[in-house]
């Protein structure tokens, strides 16, 4: 009993010693810092997350580069106090993380338009968000009136870019002034062809095939008709509109910055538009040829 009671109390110190210093070993000020930096309230954490998923998609919505829209919503976390996120973006989905509790989150994107101008607005918005103009729900609300905002030109605008900018590119590729018109109408007509197809069936690929058969029917008939004389150029000039260049410039811009995947999908995309213009005007010429 004696020999007990003398070692009991180096026991009992050798063990709390071991427990202080196990303490102050997981209690270090870095990781401390870290979890305030990161944010302790899921609350806010979910709502920081669907801020930057919300502009992730309307920039991939409406035009951006992938890089930009990682960047953008990356950029939005850290100002809104999420430091350490993870994005990861191609062209039909976002999926986005950040180093805490909350599981990663998806959004799908099924849709996808051009529209710079949005793209500038969400751009605006994480600008002022990290210049402390914004408040998390400020930056939301603005977000979703980016998101509800109608498309900055009407359709009919649209249609006459379209059949003038198809007019001009006649000129350009050596066609005469007598083939202007020609060119102007295809053009219109073909650009109506592709909102009107694209509404019926939801298959861009048969929208634009169906546009460039109408633009090489119309073409062979304004031929006939004697409007115009050279009718490839006429041909070249209306199909013009259909050609995905942004898609192209996407492409190549992911591809240069690293991101693989979405350039080589983007790019794939733009063969198949591609391919079924060709295939549109392959069909005509094959008939009335």
């Known amino acids: 009993m004696i020999q007990w009671c003398r070692t009991t109390p180096i026991s009992l110190m050798k063990r709390s ?3 202080l210093e196990y303490i102050r ?3 270090s000020p870095v990781s401390q810092v870290e979890t305030g930096m ?17 502009a992730g998609k309307i920039m991939l919505q409406s ?10 919503m990356k950029r939005m976390a850290a100002a809104l106090g999420l430091p350490h996120s993870h994005s990861y973006v191609v062209p039909t989905g976002i999926f986005f993380s950040v180093d805490a509790t909350e599981p990663a989150k998806l959004i799908r ?7 710079l101008d949005k793209v500038s607005e969400v751009n605006a918005v994480s600008r002022r968000i990290g210049q402390g103009e914004l408040s998390a ?4 609300d603005l977000l979703v009136q980016i998101e509800g905002k109608p498309s900055s030109y009407s359709t009919a605008v649209q249609l006459m870019a379209a059949a003038l900018s198809s007019g001009c590119f006649t000129i350009m590729f050596g066609g005469g002034w007598s083939d202007f018109l020609p060119a102007l109408i295809c053009g219109g007509i073909g650009y ?18 169906t546009a460039s058969f109408v633009i090489g029917i119309l073409a062979f008939l304004l031929i006939y008709m004697g409007v115009g004389h050279e009718r490839d150029k006429i041909i070249i000039g209306s199909v013009m509109p259909l050609v995905p260049g942004l898609l192209i410039t996407n492409a190549v811009r992911d591809l240069m910055a690293g991101h693989l995947v979405s350039g080589l999908s983007k790019g794939a995309e733009a063969f198949l538009t591609a391919f079924a213009i060709g295939t549109g005007i392959a069909v005509v010429f094959s008939l009335f040829m």
């Open 109 to 115: 994107i099924s849709e996808r338009t051009t529209d």
């Open 137 to 140: 729900q400020e930056a939301h």
């Open 192 to 209: 109506a062809a592709v909102i009107a197809f694209h509404r019926l069936v939801r298959v861009k690929f048969f929208a634009e095939l």
């Open 17 to 19: 010693l071991i427990r």
């Open 63 to 72: 035009g951006g580069e992938t890089y930009r829209v990682e960047d953008t």
């Open 25 to 27: 070993h997981d209690s």
């Open 38 to 54: 990161i944010g302790s309230n899921p609350t806010e954490q979910s709502r920081v997350i669907a801020i930057c998923l919300l």
